[in-house]
């Protein structure tokens, strides 16, 4: 008989560093007492993470939802303007837009990567649209063709939220390089981190300019601000975490892999689970495990649950469920979204989760499922 976990078990577990090379790290800290400003550790870090990555310019920030916001200041959108983005993602994304000024217009997202839909893109773009702000949700690289093809026809801004895709590349290229501008998370909760942090990633050396100048207050140098800036940096601790964490990436990708050969070789026995599937020619960042399940998700989700499994409905209610978006989208004008919205379900996945337990997380959504038939 399968008996509940006496710990719980969580969507995710971050990987940390090695205890003595952090601290040794921590030592030259405390000895050369600078602690944030774009010091030696941060500058390191944006180096190794643009070699990494093979992308042009990138620039560190101390969280995503600030790189998301800074992003869309750069892009100099017309104040009052809309964005068309998706309501199938983190309340940062439209909330980063409405930060700027701007309007949120929700279009839907299409079944198979549970990105925006480009063919129902065209139908929401009006004299007032500026940009589109696609997601590459769990991962999943959104039409980026499509959508670039759309943005040159009507004159617009493309800025992706890869907050989900630190590696994901297509056709061995990285996801960063389309549309103008990415933004990266690196929280705790992300396969890569640096505790909270994140970054832009873009091609445009003027992008370049504007986005340092922006992330550092709009300072130029001690008596000059030419920009409302914000404060973006990351800050020196952070930044060891990172340089320290970007050595385990790979390590922990292949554990991820094994966990997901697991769920992907037992799940699809179940009747009622879909897996979604990564477009042929592009490779995963093993940041989330989305399933499908027919009609009985809550009841999954809940089984799981008093087994201490914390399985997480990543991203139930869409966005247009929140109080502040209500009037912009319902299940009538977005199905798609909240047909996946009631199915999908994130399963724990964290290289320590380890074979066995990825086993009898099958097993427990093996046992809710028949309670169901
Ligand atoms: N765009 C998208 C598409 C995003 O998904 C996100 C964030 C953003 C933008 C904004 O990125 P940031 O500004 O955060 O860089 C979590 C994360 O806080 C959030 O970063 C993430 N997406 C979102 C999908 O998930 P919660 O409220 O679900 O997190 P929480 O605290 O419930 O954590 C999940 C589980 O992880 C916990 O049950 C236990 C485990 N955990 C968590 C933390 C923080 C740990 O083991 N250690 C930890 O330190 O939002």
């Known amino acids: 008989m399968i008996k509940p976990f006496n710990n719980p078990i969580y969507i995710t577990q971050p990987i940390l560093p090695d205890y003595k090379d952090l601290t040794s790290e ?7 007492r600078m602690l944030t400003n774009l010091g030696p550790y941060h500058q390191k ?3 190794k993470l643009q070699k990494f990555l093979q992308v042009k310019y990138l620039s560190l920030f101390n969280n995503a939802t600030i790189g998301l916001i800074t992003a869309l200041k750069a892009l100099d959108l017309p104040f009052g303007s809309e964005v068309i983005t998706t309501p199938f993602t983190f309340a940062a994304t439209p909330h980063a837009i409405v930060w700027n000024g701007l309007k949120p217009v929700f279009c839907d997202i299409e079944p198979k990567t549970m990105t925006l839909d480009p063919d129902k893109i065209e139908g929401q773009i009006s004299t007032r649209t500026s940009a589109i702000l696609g997601v590459h949700v769990y991962g999943f690289p959104c039409k ?6 759309i943005a040159r026809a009507n004159n617009l801004k493309v800025m992706y939220d890869g907050a989900h895709a630190f590696t994901t ?3 061995q290229e990285s996801i960063c390089d389309f549309g103008d501008i990415t933004v990266l998370s690196f929280h705790a909760t992300k396969l890569f981190h640096t505790l909270e942090g994140g970054a832009l990633v873009y091609n445009d050396p003027s992008l370049h300019k504007k986005v340092k100048n922006l992330r550092n207050f709009g300072i130029q140098d001690e008596f000059t601000v030419t920009d409302i800036g914000i404060n973006g940096k990351l800050n020196e601790v952070q930044a060891i975490f990172g340089l320290l964490n970007l ?3 790979k390590e922990e990708q292949n ?8 769920y992907r070789s037992r799940l699809p026995q179940l009747d009622a689970i879909n897996i979604p599937e990564m477009p042929l020619g592009t490779s995963d960042s093993f940041q989330y495990f989305p399933i499908l399940i027919e009609e009985h998700r809550d009841l999954v989700y809940k089984t799981l649950r008093d087994y201490n499994i914390h399985a997480r409905k990543y991203f139930y209610p869409p966005c247009t469920e929140y109080e502040c978006y209500q ?3 319902s299940r009538e004008s977005l199905p798609v979204t909240y047909e996946i919205a009631d199915k999908v379900l994130c399963l724990p996945f964290y290289g320590a989760l380890g074979c066995e337990n990825a086993n009898i997380i099958c097993d427990v959504i093996e046992i809710a499922l028949k309670k169901s038939s």
């Open 247 to 249: 050595s385990l990436v």
């Open 327 to 329: 009037n912009l989208g």
């Open 144 to 149: 980026v063709g499509q959508i670039s093809s």
């Open 26 to 32: 921590i030592r030259n800290l405390y000895d050369s």
């Open 169 to 171: 590349k297509i056709d």
């Open 255 to 262: 554990k991820r892999k094994t966990i997901a050969e697991i």
């Open 45 to 47: 870090l944006e180096l």
